[in-house]
């Protein structure tokens, strides 16, 4: 017996292609919606709740236009103040502060719930944007 023969699978293919596509377009987005609200400035504790807010309403916005009736979005924003440490190791540059990790699990049904994971940054701070759509019916 001779192995069998598998086709490529093009109409699989075609949509995980368009759904890339997709999430580059609402990669884009998502950086002009926090670049909107941050533009060039530091990080501020007093501005840093009405910064997070004001990021995840117009993600919610635009994700409101879709009209996905059947998702549901979870959106979580993380800011994080870039500092320099007085340490004599520390990097002289803040350019050269790039060793922060975050993580993050999720159980759901991996067939239609989805995550999207945007990291924005200006010299000041670093933004993470957090999108979770999650497939239910009524």
């Known amino acids: 017996g001779g192995a069998e023969e598998k086709a ?19 990669l884009n987005d ?20 009405q910064w997070s807010k004001s990021i995840s309403e117009n993600i ?21 103040e870039k500092t320099i440490n007085a340490a004599p190791y520390a990097p002289k540059l803040l350019s050269d502060l790039t060793y922060f990790q975050t993580a993050s699990q999720c159980i759901w049904d991996s067939d ?19 999108v979770f759509a999650l497939s239910f019916v009524y």
């Open 60 to 80: 919610a916005e635009e994700l409101n236009k879709l009209y996905l009736d059947d998702i549901k979005f979870v959106i979580n924003i993380t800011l994080l």
């Open 112 to 130: 239609k719930d989805r995550q999207i994971k945007v990291r924005w940054e200006n010299k000041g701070l670093h933004v993470f944007a957090d």
């Open 30 to 49: 998502f950086q002009e919606q926090i670049t909107s609200v941050i533009g060039d400035q530091n990080y501020s504790r007093s501005h840093a709740e």
């Open 8 to 26: 490529f699978p093009t109409e699989k293919a075609t949509e995980i292609i368009k759904d890339f596509v997709e999430i580059l377009a609402f």
